[in-house]
């Protein structure tokens, strides 16, 4: 008996991942991909289109590649741990060739509706209307995985900008941004320190006569390279500090990040002080930021209050020359192709664990990659691709209308303490939390106190390490024989590509401070498989 069909639009890294989530479970995926080649996001091309993600030529992955990778295909161990866009496109290409992906994807197949069916209520169907070759065609789906991205549809806020209109320079959005070449010995202004922004800002600052940082509420800077010289979401995103923390107090939080920022450079001598605590704001991934601002190739400033012909007047009074205005202002989140309905997507983004429409009568929707996890983005979508296609294979059973609208309405509640008033704000997720939110409903979530009584060095280097996308193909369905091998290699796949050059030196002995973690850690461990045995 044939699976059921499903369509999935878009083949970047979200779509790849819901081809395969389909296959595993037997069902029929067909992806529609507008453009002639896979990646998204991630594959660069010299000009933009219209609705489709753009990348810039020097575009860097903000999160690492053990952290990045789907949870059955490490990257190669001789690549970098934060990576160009074209080695994430190697990657990509590499993974749909080993899974046999390309064959279920349609090129130059553009979505132009997707609508349900009259029988809806008893079928679930949807119809889509896809135009390829200049004719349009019509197909019925018994289900349908959004996977079409955040960033296609860039948001320029020419009205918060008084006089844009006789400003005689260029403006374009960063979407627009490839190469900083063609503004050679300009006078530029980026509006905008998310990474973008500020990614921009250090590159054109090269080849400028100046780069003016414009921000209206200010930005904390992570860096790339954390303790040790690890990458950053390697040391911090494990199950011991999720736990620790969820007892934390949110002040306490601010205190310990903002401090941890300060004591790499002032933010507030530096100009970029936010006018917000840590927990409330995003972040922004910067190595190279201080050094540009130190040396006056980047030059920090407030909002911009208003423009001449020729320059920008700041909220300080203070009048710059300018040439070129980029605005880095973000996204706006739109889906032309999907039927106008509040049942299926509200104008607060409403969904069921960030996936399913909570009203549908038919759970046969699923929204992949809509969400801004803080951790990478790819592993995330392959989870929720996992579940998405259980549930439509009815394996996996969906609580009633009022428990998905109540869950909703319990996040939403708990985020509004903790963010800003920003409707995509409310897509914001903490990694670990949200992988194991959604692991749990597959039945995939690492059972730690299993893993300490049978296999005790690999629950240590799951609950310590950095939690991996492997750490989901231990046991349940999708299960995979080299999970296992994976986690236990990972730190050696960190390490290869920094030493490039082998030094010999003598090593140190252990610390007192070493031992210390060390008793401590093993006590940590005896109190949470104690206190899960009391809770069992």
């Known amino acids: 008996m044939p699976g059921k069909r499903i369509a999935v639009i878009g083949a970047g890294a979200s779509g790849l991942g819901a081809i395969k989530s389909c296959l595993e479970e037997g069902l029929e995926p067909t992806c529609f991909e507008r453009s002639n080649d896979i990646g998204g996001l991630w594959r660069y091309e010299e000009t933009t289109e219209s609705g489709r993600a753009s990348v810039y030529k020097s575009a860097t992955s903000n999160t690492s590649k053990e952290m990045t990778a789907y949870s059955d295909f490490p990257f190669p161990d001789h690549l970098p741990n934060y990576l160009h866009n074209s080695r994430i496109m190697e990657y990509l290409q590499m993974y749909a060739q080993h899974f046999d992906l390309m064959k279920h994807i349609r090129f130059l197949a553009n979505v132009c509706s997707v609508k349900r069916r009259a029988d809806f209520s ?36 020419l009205r918060d900008f008084p006089g844009i209109k006789k400003f005689k320079g260029q403006y374009i959005h960063s979407w627009e941004y490839k190469s900083p070449e063609k503004f050679r010995d300009k006078k530029i202004i980026v509006v905008g320190t998310g990474n973008s922004g500020v990614d921009l800002a250090i590159e054109l600052s090269h080849v400028t ?56 450079f002032n933010h507030e001598v530096y100009g970029l002080q936010s006018q917000h605590r840590f927990v409330s704001y995003h972040a922004t991934f910067s190595d190279d930021l201080p050094n540009h601002i130190i040396s006056g190739r980047v030059l920090v400033k407030p909002n911009v209050r208003e423009l001449t012909e020729t320059s920008a007047i700041f909220e300080d009074d203070t009048e710059e020359d300018i040439d070129v205005i980029i605005f880095a202002t973000g996204y706006t989140f739109f889906l032309p192709f999907l039927e106008d309905d509040s049942k299926i997507l509200d104008s607060q983004y409403s969904m069921f664990k960030f996936v399913f429409p909570p009203q549908l009568e038919k759970p046969t929707l699923a929204f992949i990659g809509i969400l801004k996890p803080v951790g990478a983005t790819i592993p995330t979508s392959e989870l929720q691709s996992r579940w998405a296609v259980r549930v439509f294979k009815g394996v996996n059973k969906l609580p009633s209308v009022s428990g998905r609208l109540a869950d909703i309405r319990k996040k939403r509640a708990k985020l509004e303490k903790e963010l800003l008033n920003n409707p995509l704000d409310t897509l914001r997720v903490r990694y670990v939390d949200y ?25 240590m280097e799951i609950f310590f390490g950095p939690c991996t996308p492997y750490q989901y193909r231990l046991q349940g369905p999708g299960k995979w ?37 060390s008793v401590c850690a093993a006590a940590f461990v005896f109190f949470v498989i104690t206190l899960v045995i009391v809770k069992g």
């Open 122 to 157: 008893c079928t679930g169907q949807w119809d889509v209307v896809v135009e390829a070759a200049g004719k349009q065609e019509s197909h019925v789906f018994d289900g349908v995985m959004v996977c079409s991205g955040l960033y296609t549809h860039p948001s320029l806020p």
């Open 209 to 264: 006569s100046q780069v003016f940082l414009s921000t209206r509420h200010g930005a904390w800077i992570w860096n790339r390279v954390w303790d040790d010289g690890m990458p950053m979401d390697t040391v911090l995103f494990t199950r011991f500090n999720s736990i620790i923390n969820k007892f934390y107090p949110t002040f306490l939080m601010n205190r310990w990040a903002e401090n941890k920022l300060n004591a790499r």
């Open 435 to 459: 992988m194991d939110e959604i692991a749990s409903e597959i039945g995939v979530k690492p059972n730690l106190l299993s893993l300490f009584l049978w296999d005790p060095k690999l629950a």
């Open 481 to 517: 024989a080299g999970a296992r091998e994976a986690i236990m290699t990972q730190r050696g796949r960190i390490v290869k590509p920094l030493r490039t050059r082998i030094v010999t030196c003598n090593q140190r002995p252990l610390s007192v401070l070493f031992w210390l973690r």
